[in-house]
């Protein structure tokens, strides 16, 4: 796995394309969002069963040990993107969790509690709306990130798109951050943090204007961004390494 780059590292670019960021905001935004973020569950899709290790526990960030690794296993097993089953709960199970939330509408806190393990005891997914080829689906409703392959979905990743707040444009005028539905191609990529008016986004791939999936230090659990969709800097990594978003790929906001 590529280690994130320095906030500095300046790495060979792949484009010279010129097209200002319109993402990022500041990098203290709080990463739990109130249960009026909570939605609707939709229909779980059929899973895995679940892994021989029950999960009984109240888990939250910074636990560790047995039930921890199994929560991950079980986790990475429904299909929600982690990084890796080492029994720590970390930022990247607490994402996890966190998408697994939204998945399953209920309140989103990063805390595997009752209502949390009862989804993953169901085998909560979200499904996909796209029903052929290799597609990047963006669920704004749910912010949630899914790799589609033919309709089914290989992997969910939390992310933060478009707050829908005004703020001010680097040329003066006042905006409204949101991420526009529709299917668009990804036309740039930058292969280091690209620097911009709102601040550098690590490892961009563009698909509508200055609007891209790239990763960044802070993903809360609602909207929070100026239009872009943020994952985290390692789930980055992977969807780069993994080809996901490569030029030409097709991005699907819905």
Known sequence: MVSPRSLFARNPVRTTLL???????????????SPAHAVPAPAPTSAPAPSATAITSELRPGDSGEQVRALQ??????????????????MHTEHAVLALQKAAGIDRDGIVGPATRGA??????????????????????????LVVTD???????????????P????DGDERIAVTPEGS????????????????????PKYFNGGIAVHGYPSVPAQPASRGCARVSLAAMDWLWEQGHLDIHATVLVR
Request: glycine share 14%; hydrophobic share 35%.
């Open 19 to 33: 097209l200002g960021p319109a993402c990022a905001l500041a990098l203290g935004t709080s990463l739990i969002a």
């Open 73 to 90: 296993e079980r986790l990475n097993e429904l299909g929600y993107w982690i990084d890796g089953s080492d029994g720590e709960f970390g």
């Open 120 to 145: 993953l005891d169901e085998g909560t997914v979200p499904s996909a709306s796209s029903d052929s080829g290799s597609v990047v689906e963006i669920d704004l409703e749910r912010q949630l990130l």
């Open 151 to 165: 309709g089914e979905v290989q992997r969910v990743i939390h992310t933060s798109t478009g707050s829908g707040q």
């Open 167 to 170: 703020y001010e444009g680097s």
């Open 184 to 203: 668009y191609p990804v036309f740039r990529e930058v292969d280091s943090w690209d620097p911009g008016p709102y601040g550098a986004l690590y490892r």
